[in-house]
């Protein structure tokens, strides 16, 4: 499948090499188009693109990931320098952006392709999306919302999603964006 070459924000690479030093985190949120969104406008970010992680078919379509037979969710690669955003500060990004106790949905977008998910990339990744699911659970909990649904698990190969679905939002400013966050924010840990 042909990808741009550059982000359409930051006219980074989409695709590695990327440069040293940098480290990649997958994000499934809901819908991936306000999900990019939330994260290349962060500090630190060097490039994101929407993609699909976490089901069983190699290399599916929108089609394939939208019908549930692929397994997918529609998720957003990060690639961030440490030395200026922290990967436990992109986690309550990643938090306050939706609700994680949603199962199978987020808002009217229903469906396995929209569940939350954390695939992470090193066990200090790993270490650090279960202590802040576990807080944000907590803090959850006592403004009466159910459990944390969401997926973690280490991530699964990437497939990028057709280039029509990169940078989405920042091509069509008033395209939809069905995010919500629950107004909890996410202790600092």
């Known amino acids: 499948m042909m990808i741009p070459e550059r982000h359409f924000v930051h006219q980074t690479p989409l695709k590695p090499p990327f440069p040293a030093g940098l480290e990649r985190a997958v ?20 490039t994101t693109a929407a993609g699909y992680a976490g089901g069983h078919s190699p290399d599916p379509s929108y089609e394939e990931v939208c019908s549930g037979r692929s397994g997918h969710a ?8 440490p030395q200026i955003v922290s990967y436990r500060a992109l986690l309550t990004v990643f938090w ?4 994680p106790t949603q199962g199978m949905r987020q808002g009217n977008d229903s469906g396995s392709q929209y569940r939350s998910c954390l695939f992470t990339t090193s066990a200090e990744q790993r270490t650090a999306a279960a202590d802040t699911r576990d807080a944000y659970d907590k803090a959850l909990g006592k403004a009466g919302f159910p459990p944390i649904t969401t997926e973690l698990k280490d991530a699964p ?3 990028y999603a057709e280039a029509y679905h990169q940078q989405y939002l920042a091509k069509n400013p008033g395209g939809y964006c069905g995010l919500g966050g629950t107004g909890v924010a996410c202790p600092k840990l």
């Open 74 to 81: 529609e998720v957003v690669l990060v690639v961030f320098d």
């Open 157 to 159: 190969g990437f497939y």
């Open 96 to 99: 306050e952006s939706h609700d």
């Open 27 to 46: 994000f499934g949120l809901g819908c991936f188009w306000g999900a990019e969104r939330r994260f290349w406008i962060q500090p630190g970010v060097f």
